[in-house]
């Protein structure tokens, strides 16, 4: 029999699940938004150990390492209130880029580190974000630094993984800005919650295809598959 059915199960789950909580982030129900955030991640990690297993084994592990935390992120801060729910957020999140980081490390010689050029943007937009957020960041400033750091060094490490990882950077990126602009100047886009949870859980499903894509060269060097391999 074949393993297809078995593979798409967490796929499935994930995209059905996902489709929920957005129309649920459209359309005012907060509770069900609640409710469907806690399975995201779990339904990624479940796609990724089914999926990932010709893809480098320390790459994957600590690929799950950022999805829990990532998790954590999504979870722990409907626990409290106000700086204190926004700090267990960007805690849970930043131990997420961290662990990304970690897990696309070996694969830097592929990113866009090797491309000085191709790097300005990132810099660029680094500053321009500080610029805008540090007048009215107060005593969370050293918080939101340290977060845009490691936010940035995991975007440009995921281009070591190939294109569409890095657009998942890029995205987890845009999601985390948004975020930043809703928590600290006010500045909301119409259907916020949507924006910003759209543009996450696109980041984190490339960023898992991306790893589940990698594979371990015969030099013993990590590789990313040539083929467009999809969940």
């Known amino acids: 029999m074949s393993d297809r059915p078995s593979f798409s199960a967490p796929l499935f789950t994930f995209v059905a699940v996902s489709l929920v909580h957005l129309g649920a982030q459209l359309f005012g129900g907060d509770g069900l938004a609640a409710g469907t955030q806690l399975v995201l991640m779990p339904a990624l990690a479940w796609l990724l150990l089914m999926r990932g297993t010709a893809a480098p084994a320390r790459l994957v592990q600590w690929a799950l390492i950022a999805l829990f935390c990532s998790w954590l992120g999504d ?21 997420a880029q961290l662990c990304y980081a970690v897990a696309f490390w070996p ?15 990132y810099v660029v937009g680094f500053v321009a974000l500080l ?48 975020i930043a602009f809703s928590a600290l100047r006010d500045w909301s886009l119409p259907g916020h919650g949507f924006w910003v949870m759209s543009t996450y859980l696109l980041a984190q499903l490339f960023l898992v295809v991306g790893v589940i894509n990698a594979r371990q060269s015969t030099t013993g060097r990590p590789s990313v598959s040539s083929r467009t391999q999809r969940p």
């Open 75 to 95: 979870s722990l801060p409907r626990f409290a209130t106000g700086d204190t729910a926004f700090l267990l957020m960007v805690g849970g999140f930043l131990l």
């Open 131 to 178: 610029a805008l957020l540090a007048p009215e960041a107060g005593s969370l400033l050293p918080a939101v630094l340290i977060y845009a750091v490691a936010l940035v060094t995991m975007g440009v490490l995921s281009t070591g993984l190939g294109r569409l990882a890095g657009v998942g950077g890029l995205l987890f990126m845009l999601s985390d800005t948004l």
């Open 107 to 121: 694969h830097r010689d592929r990113s866009v580190l090797s491309r000085p050029l191709l790097v300005a943007p």
